[in-house]
């Protein structure tokens, strides 16, 4: 144990910066898991721009999201889901990023790459994707031309 002593200052360090990897890790799982907990529910879209058009009055009403506690998800339009999925969230970077993976749909296996933000005192939530196989929005926004979607949710019940 002797000729090993003068390793042990390294020794600790290396294990106080693994208790600190882990630490920081729970500690992202935990900010993961309550920002889940603001998706979770049944939500209408209630504003819809695809590609710089924006969908109109009654049309709008038809797309309904539902939002598991676990990153499953579901859209459906008229009361039939049309997709369903998986998402993958990062509530540190700025704008909050968002990953949703199709599992069930037309579009099964491609994964769309996007932004969102909540508004507390409206109960809405804020939404940016970009077409699959493109890169992540910076910004809230759907140009002519870029091939994004930007929607606009209020919660219905949670």
Known sequence: ??????????????????????????????????ERMKFFGEWQVVALEIDGNQVKGEDVKK?????GADGTWNITIEGEIK?????????SKEPKTVDLTVTEGETKGETMLGVYEFSDE????????AKP????????????GSGR????????KQ
């Open 1 to 34: 144990m002797k000729r090993y002593s003068r390793y042990l200052p390294v020794i600790a360090f290396v294990l106080l910066g693994c208790t600190s990897l882990l630490a920081a890790e729970n500690a992202k799982d935990e900010a993961i898991k309550q």
């Open 63 to 67: 797309f309904k999201v539902v939002n």
């Open 83 to 91: 997709l369903q999925g998986t998402s993958e969230i990062d509530p």
């Open 133 to 144: 196989g493109d890169k992540r929005p910076g910004e809230f926004s759907s140009p002519a």
């Open 149 to 156: 979607m930007l929607a606009v949710l209020k919660r219905i």
């Open 122 to 129: 409206n109960n809405t939530r804020k939404v940016c994707f």
